[in-house]
């Protein structure tokens, strides 16, 4: 018998302006960016996909949108992107 429950829970989508903010701040902090596609699924409640220079692209996930800013941030400095 399984006594675990698990239940599916909603979560908040982002507005159309988080994600104009979102976009347009990185857009402008990393020249390099040309795309920034957002996404949902049942594993992770954000993803942002980044297209940037040299066809190159990154994936970053978050279960809101304050980490999502964070880990995004991170992610370019890890490949050696500086705040221009």
Not at 25 to 38: L, N, Q
């Amino acid at each position: 018998m399984n006594t675990q429950n698990t239940t599916k829970r909603s979560f908040k989508k982002l507005t159309a302006e988080q994600k104009e903010q979102f976009t347009a701040y990185f857009m402008a902090r990393y020249p390099e960016t040309r795309k920034i596609k957002f996404s949902s699924d049942e594993v992770c409640r954000y993803t942002v996909k980044v297209r940037f220079a040299g066809n190159r692209m990154f994936m970053v996930r978050a279960y809101s949108f304050d980490k999502l800013q964070d880990h995004t941030q991170a992610a370019y400095e890890k490949r050696g992107f500086h705040l221009s």
